[in-house]
């Protein structure tokens, strides 16, 4: 059974820091695509990073525009968890966040949610002004 497991969410005041972790089990991590999402009120899902998998010459990471610079997405292949660093928050980033897993590899794709098969519950992440 696949599971993907948030944490790290929370309130925190505009430019602050939050660090996200999602672990994941019953697939092989590290043939997989792996990506933070996030949902705001009344707003569609959309990808705030992704990486990919480690397989063969090393993962590569990509980032939302709005996010890039502020934002770091990382992965422990040997604990098989992901991690979303986020600096320098603002208040629209507030939404759940999600964590995503995807089999094979489409680089145009890595953002996008329809990419990815297997979801956790999401975790709260709330910025105030």
């Known amino acids: 059974q696949v599971q993907l497991v948030e944490s790290g969410g929370g309130s925190v005041q505009a430019g602050g820091s939050l660090r996200l972790a999602c672990e994941i089990s019953?697939?092989?991590?590290?043939?997989?695509?792996v990506a933070w999402f996030r949902q705001g009120p009344g707003k569609e899902r959309e990808g705030v990073a992704a990486?990919?998998?480690?397989?063969?010459?090393?993962?590569?990471?990509t980032y939302a525009e709005s996010v890039k610079g502020r934002f770091t997405i990382s992965r422990d292949n040997a604990k098989n968890i992901m991690y979303l660093q986020m600096d320098s928050l603002k208040p629209e980033e507030s939404g759940v966040y999600y964590c995503?897993?995807?089999?094979?590899?489409?680089?145009?794709?890595?953002?996008?949610?329809?990419?990815?098969?297997?979801w956790g519950q999401g975790t709260q992440v709330t910025v105030s002004s």
């Open positions: 995503a897993a995807a089999g094979g590899f489409e680089y145009a794709r890595l953002l996008d949610p329809g990419f990815y098969r297997h």
């Open positions: 019953g697939i092989n991590y590290r043939a997989y695509c």
């Open positions: 990486i990919t998998s480690s397989m063969t010459s090393g993962s590569t990471t």
